[in-house]
């Protein structure tokens, strides 16, 4: 075309020309820019977003050092969309040398490179909020964190953008007499604090049903709550676990046969694998025509692609659960009564499934009917409430492909009335659509765990309303005994001279002791059914 | 006049009638004090059980029982009203032997709001009366000798003298205005004693408008007759009068209806009795009656103009139907008639015989049908 032709004309530039505006972004300097990716895309949701960070991470480090946690979150209007937001808790506190680089760090974490169903995973959230805050208002974040012995270590820090490095404001190490442990965050940000479906006190309600071992307070601009500690016991501690090869590609194995310290391709498989035995992995280096003893180092491109095939004609043990902490169907039904006080609560746990070697579990709880007001659909990842998404998210399509009608609920895809329904899932990887974490992404196996889970708890509901029904019609049928008695008797003392309120009392004890004789009767005209 | 021979019924008499109320609030008192689930027995009085007495001519009910018992939702409301309805007779019954009460007033007397409740123990008439005929059946009584009464409805006139001792009077039934004789609602042998009648026949006609051109034209005398109307489908009074004067007096009785599925049933009631009170048909019917017209047949036979008679709806069609299905309806003639009715498919009313001329029922259909006995059976 005669334009391009054009353009072809001008001035060509070189590629070295190029490459001197060419340089590494930091991942600060991404976030600056990309904030949204990481869920920081309103005003409203950045309060709630710093608040999930900070409480995601005391929870975990309370379980990890088997602490029941106590929680105290303070949101406080500054000035007009202008807020601190303070996050205090019980745990096990910080080493002093360790603070700058949690909280003045992106992706600087200890979560990331193991295999163990956590809270947070990447090492973004918290730092993330001091970068926002910054941004926002400019103000640094200050940190207190003691572990509980002779000193408590307050910081002041803001991040260095384009180094990804904290810059320390002030820093000291203060007496602590009373030997207070535990971490406390002061952010000042922009937000704008409400309480809708996704607001801070919709987040930390269900974070409350999730975690009914912990105990929060809310000290909000509207007020002082509390969420009561429901069970004393913490769950368990999920083991680490190896990756799978049903979920390995090319990519990662390559990288993992580059840091593994074994000495041949069998040993590799043995050793990095879950589940893998020397049996299986002979099986598996046949079928991929590899001799099971050259170095992982010296295996080809080619060796891996075929290995890769290999693995998936060859039947493989299942991926261990240990590494998986559900609630448990106690704790989930515990969780929804303390803060949902309805008059029934069905939950279901499932055992474990894999999708693409990761292990994961699903768990649903349904609560009916007590003070709740209206329906509510609560997902929950790693015991993080979801709160965006929920159209795109994975269990919500599974919740909604449930037959409700069929249980004698009224629902319009998902269920309407007094109801509230949550689900679980817990995995050493859950398989958000993004890294804001909001959506489960769609494996057919997750969607089919999640759906059987509803259905089974919806089992339970339908058996409690079909007696509650039951009850209805038999406590109906009494009004209408007894409605019926007084003229009845007061007939029959005119016909037999006996006493009207002896024969009430002889009425009622027909109904009393008749009363399983009582069958439903369709046809009930009676003689008189017309001419 | 000659006196007149006095048919004697077997009808229970007050005291009778007392009693078997009473046993009926005993029997459920008893199954109480059993702890059993109440429950009274009444006679189905449906379709069901109906029967038809081909030696005597008259529907009659079967013996078919249906139980109303107290812990069934759908009963517990009517067994209730049935013991308030039987309670209230049997006050009725205990004061002076000429006390009645009309079916409304019990159907007032009765109704009250349920304590605690909105409903009331009876919320329209159509619920009592039904009651009330419920207990008839089952005790084998009636309505009469319960004391109670409907409104009066049909009216006579004619050359009859009709004594009333209750009211001690006597009517000679010759001597009255536009408005005849009203039937009362109870036309049993003790209140209306029919002393003396010089008549040939009776005419029982469906409409009071063609009762009253008759009575006007003096049809009554000319012919020698006692003209009756039901106004309608006759009640029970009217119905007893018909049956009495057949019986008693041995008049024959002719009926002239509309030529219309409703003026034949109307007709297959005073002939036969009712589905819903079979059991009383032998003192409701008259087997004897004949009837005289309308039928479709007379429009030719008349030569009655086309243009006024009546399409038939689907309604009419319907009926018809089920009317060939009565056995009933089963003679011939009734066959024949009710066929043609459907082949020409029109239907007639009364007043079309004015068409042709005013006074051409009394004139000249009327006499020309009695004089050639032209009956449908």
Known sequence: ?531 | MAPLMVINMTVKRTENTKESIVDLGKDVLGQLKKVQNPNISLPVRALSNIKFDEKNKLIILGDKMSQRTYMNIAHTRKFMQTLMVAAECKKLLSETENTTTSIRDLYYILKRTIPGTTENTFEEQSESDPIIEDLEAALSTLRENLHLHADQKGSLVGPIVIEEPKFGSETDCMKLGASGFGIPSICEPDTVKLKSTTADFVLVVEKDAVWQRLNEDRFWKNHNCIVITGKGQPDRGTRRMINRLNAELKLPVYVLTDADVWGYYIYSVIKQGSINLSFVSDRLGTPEARFIGLTTQDVVKFDIPKNVTIKLNEGDKKRAAEMLNYRWFRPKEWHHEINHMLKVGHKLELEALSAKNIRFITEKYLPEKIKKKDFLP
């Open chain 1, 1 to 531: 075309m005669p334009d391009e032709v054009a353009t072809q004309e001008e001035k060509i530039k070189s590629a070295e020309e190029l490459s001197q505006h060419q340089k590494a972004i930091s991942i600060s300097e991404f976030f600056e820019k990309n904030r949204h990716l990481l869920g920081y895309d309103n005003k409203t949701k950045a309060l709630m977003i710093i608040v999930k960070e900070g409480v995601d991470n005391s929870l975990d480090a309370c379980e990890e050092a088997r602490i029941l946690p106590d929680i105290t979150v303070k949101i406080e209007e500054l000035e007009k969309e202008k807020y601190k937001i303070i996050i205090k808790d019980n745990g096990p506190g910080i080493v002093k040398k360790q603070i700058p680089k949690i909280f003045g760090t992106l992706l600087y974490g200890s979560k990331f490179h193991r295999l163990r169903q956590s809270r947070g995973q990447q090492g973004l959230g918290i730092s993330c909020g001091v970068l926002y805050s910054q941004l926002t208002t400019g103000e640094a974040t200050e940190i207190a964190s003691s572990t509980g012995k002779e000193e408590i270590h307050k910081y002041t820090l803001k991040i260095d953008v384009k180094k990804n490095e904290p810059v320390i404001l002030n820093e000291k190490s203060e007496a602590n007499p009373h030997k207070w442990r535990g971490t406390r965050i002061s952010f000042v940000a922009e937000g704008i604090y409400r309480e809708h479906k996704q607001s801070v006190l919709e987040y930390l309600k269900e974070t409350a049903i999730s975690n009914p071992f912990a105990n929060f307070i809310f000290e909000s601009p509207s007020g002082k709550l509390e969420f009561r500690r429901g069970v004393e016991k913490l769950p368990i501690i999920p083991k680490e676990i190896k990756p799978h090869l049903y979920g390995v590609e090319v990519g990662l194995f390559t990288r993992m046969l580059n840091e593994t310290s074994a000495r041949s391709i069998s040993g590799f498989l043995t050793t990095e694998f879950s589940r893998i035995g020397a049996t299986t992995a002979t099986e598996i280096l046949k079928k991929a025509q590899i001799d099971p003893k050259i170095s992982p180092r010296r295996t080809t491109d080619e060796n891996i692609v075929n290995i890769v095939k290999a693995v998936k004609e060859v039947k493989l043990s299942k991926p261990p659960t240990d590494c998986l902490s559900p609630l448990g169907e106690k704790a989930i039904t515990k969780g929804l009564q303390k803060e949902l006080s309805p008059d029934f609560v069905a939950s279901v746990t499932r055992s474990p499934a894999v999708y693409r070697g990761w292990p994961f579990q699903i768990e649903v709880g349904i609560a009916f009917g007590g003070t709740i007001a209206e329906a509510n659909f609560m997902r929950f990842a790693n015991r993080v409430p979801l709160l965006y998404q929920q159209g795109s998210c994975a269990l919500t399509r599974s919740a909604a492909s449930v037959d409700w009608k069929r249980y004698g609920l009224d629902a319009d895809k998902l269920p309407k009335g007094p109801i509230v329904l949550m689900v679980h899932i817990c995995s050493v990887w859950v398989p958000f659509t993004s890294e804001s974490k909001e959506a489960v992404a769609s494996y057919p196996i997750i969607v089919k765990e999640t759906k059987l889970a509803f259905q089974d708890a919806a089992r339970k509901l339908s058996l409690y309303l079909s007696g509650i029904r039951r009850a209805e019609r038999i406590a109906e049928r009494k009004r209408i005994f007894e409605r019926y008695a007084i003229e009845t008797a007061r007939a029959l003392q005119e016909l037999t001279g006996e006493d009207e309120k002896k024969i009430k009392g002889m009425i009622a004890t027909v109904v009393e002791k008749r009363w399983g004789e009582v069958v439903d009767s369709p046809s009930g005209n009676g003689p008189t059914d017309g001419d």
